[in-house]
């Protein structure tokens, strides 16, 4: 398993040791191979690509790119934000998977009964639908919900007392579509599940791990 760690947008970067340390770490003790990719064609090289909080606009090109490898090959693409459109990036995100039946709101998600660290922004939930062997509870900080249509898989949704700005409850917060081809494009409304402050809380580790090596 081979995963691009893209560094062609903007991204919050793998080798940021404060912040990604412990997913690189356990990681590789899992086989998984993770590498920071600075060019885009050589992303696509990769098992998974992973474009974690994308600063910057994907172009025309880069959208047609995306679509043959999602279409054409077994891979698969990870996207991921922050609640209330931060920095634009749900919106940069939108840019491609909204043409999925993905769509990142521009709010957050709260709960006020399962939280930590005296904030409801940072979120537990046990509703999780994939991706789920041996994983309980995670916790999904300052979280974009999603708005999905058909044909799109639910992969982690809030408790029932969890609510979007816009009073939804219960919000997606992780989605997935699949492809003919066996691709999958997987769109998380939260860039921080997997840092050093959530990986290693709750069964974090277990999901992330999950996710990579496709434990569905």
Request: proline share 3%.
């Amino acid at each position: 398993m081979k995963v691009a760690w893209s560094a062609t947008h903007r991204e919050f970067l793998l080798s940021d040791g404060y912040y990604f340390s412990g997913l690189y770490r356990e990681l590789s003790k899992k086989g998984i191979i993770m590498e920071e990719v600075e060019d885009f064609d050589k992303l696509f090289e990769y098992d998974v690509i992973v474009f974690n909080y994308p600063e910057n606009p994907f172009t025309d090109e880069e959208k047609k790119e995306i679509r043959k490898l999602l279409e054409s090959y077994k891979k698969k693409i990870i996207f991921t934000t922050h609640f209330r459109n931060k920095d634009g990036v749900s919106e940069i995100c939108n840019g491609i998977t909204r043409d999925y039946g993905i769509y990142i709101l521009p709010e957050g998600v709260k709960d006020e009964k399962f939280y930590l660290e005296d904030d409801f922004l940072i979120i537990t939930t046990d509703n999780i639908e994939l991706y789920n062997q041996d994983v309980k509870e995670v916790v999904f900080p300052y979280a974009a919900p999603l708005h999905i249509e058909d044909e799109v898989d639910v992969v982690l949704r809030g408790r029932e007392t969890s609510f979007t700005d816009s009073n939804k409850n219960s919000p997606i917060l992780i989605a997935q579509k699949r492809f003919d081809s066996g691709g999958k494009l997987m769109v998380c409304g939260s860039c921080i599940f997997w840092d050093n402050f959530s990986l290693f809380r709750f069964d974090n580790l277990r999901f992330v791990i999950n996710m990579f090596l496709d434990m569905e």
